[in-house]
């Protein structure tokens, strides 16, 4: 009996590979003959890189870089050392969990720490680098990625711009002379599940500007802010990117990929489960096991569950969901290759006691499935 676990992790509560080894610890207990294989999971958010180390045992490395305001933070980076693939999560460097709510600020919050993790990653030979852009607080087009890079954004005087989304109104010139050439060298990725594109009503400013902070009129100024940076890249590149789906992601962050590094556009499940290894993993395994914190119709969209089910169905192999809460609509994934959902909660109890209790009510959860699973299995 071959059992792969797949999950997400549980926002608040556990990353994927503590999910992962607190299923194991209950299927192991119902079912000690079983070959258990763990393969944490994400989908292009926060956590992504982890899940990519964990499940391929690939390498952390640290970099000091400037954070989404301008302050001096450690910030980690993925290596995956045989493939020269580097693995760089905007979150860490970027992401809207390194400001405090009372300081978000979309007009000047910058990516130029992700670009300084780019630049590590080149500097150690990357021949590959995935970009997984979810979690960002950010609106400035990926402009200070570019700028660590190497890019010179100026004014009507010459001078450089200030960082952020707002400054790029006042754009009077690009100069690309400083641009790392090693980029053209280089094969880039967006794990990314969001198809918006950079300006207008569905745009980056529009979308997901008031999550980081923008008021009704500086979405209004940041979208114009955008749109203005993106007639002068067209003009520079001969080629304009903005109505690309996917270029609003981030904040825009999609869209520098694409316009300067030429990025491919991936889900983000497809390209984890790709780093990972899943397919090898479940094309002869009798069951999966995967689960998120809430697992409901929104994850349609592209979550982790749906991904891992998808491919799970195409080697026909049943899958079982475990996840915090159910939610409305998840019994529309049943189409998608989830064959059943469970709940951790046995009565109630509050969000605080779950997210604590997590690892114990999976292990719980999963030594019940493991035991249903091998009584049938018996028969």
């Known amino acids: 009996m071959k059992i792969v676990i797949a999950p997400d992790s549980f926002k608040d509560s556990l990353d994927a590979a503590g999910v992962a080894r607190a299923i194991a610890a209950g299927l192991g207990e119902a079912w000690p003959q079983a070959e258990l294989l763990e393969c944490p999971m994400a989908d292009g958010g926060e956590g992504t890189m982890q899940a990519i180390l964990a499940a391929s045992h690939g390498e952390l490395r640290q970099q000091t870089v400037r954070g989404p305001l301008g302050q001096r933070i450690e910030a980690g980076w993925g290596w995956l050392p045989q493939s020269r693939t580097a693995i760089i999560e905007m979150a860490q460097a970027s992401g809207l969990q390194l400001v405090p709510t009372?300081?978000?600020?979309?007009?000047?919050?910058?990516?130029?720490?992700?670009?300084?993790?780019?630049?590590?990653?080149?500097a150690a030979g990357a021949q590959r680098v995935v970009l997984a852009i979810g979690g960002s607080a950010t609106n400035d087009a990926g402009s200070g990625m570019l700028r660590a890079l190497g890019l010179r954004l100026l004014d009507a005087d010459g001078q450089a711009l200030e960082e952020g989304g707002l400054a790029l109104a006042r754009l009077a010139r690009i100069d690309a002379s400083g641009l790392d050439?090693?980029?053209?060298e280089v094969q880039f990725e967006v794990a990314a599940d969001v198809d918006n594109p950079l300006c207008g009503a569905n745009g980056a400013s529009a979308i997901f500007g008031p999550q980081k902070g923008a008021s009704p009129q500086q979405v209004q100024a940041l979208d114009q802010a955008l749109g203005h940076f993106a007639n002068h890249c067209a003009q520079l590149l001969g080629k304009d990117e903005r109505d690309y789906p996917g270029c609003g992601a981030a904040g825009g962050m999609g869209f520098a990929a694409r316009a300067f590094m030429g990025a491919q556009f991936r889900p983000g499940v497809e390209v984890v489960a790709e780093l990972a290894g899943l397919e090898q993993l479940v094309r002869d395994a009798d069951l999966v096991i995967t689960g998120e914190g809430r697992f409901d119709a929104q994850t349609l969209r592209g979550k982790t569950p749906l991904g891992v089910a998808r491919l799970a169905k195409r080697h026909g192999v049943p899958v079982v969901v475990l996840a915090g809460t159910l939610g409305e609509g998840y019994q529309q994934l049943y189409a998608?290759?989830?064959?059943?959902?469970?709940?951790?909660?046995g009565g109630p109890m509050s969000l605080?006691?779950?997210?604590?209790?997590?690892?114990?009510?999976?292990?719980?959860?999963?030594?019940?499935?493991?035991r249903l699973w091998r009584r049938a299995r018996q028969s």
């Open 352 to 370: 605080e006691q779950a997210c604590a209790d997590a690892a114990e009510l999976l292990r719980a959860r999963a030594c019940d499935i493991g």
């Open 336 to 345: 998608h290759g989830v064959d059943a959902a469970f709940a951790l909660a």
């Open 181 to 184: 050439p090693r980029l053209a």
């Open 102 to 122: 009372d300081q978000r600020d979309a007009c000047r919050s910058s990516t130029w720490g992700t670009g300084e993790l780019v630049a590590a990653a080149l």
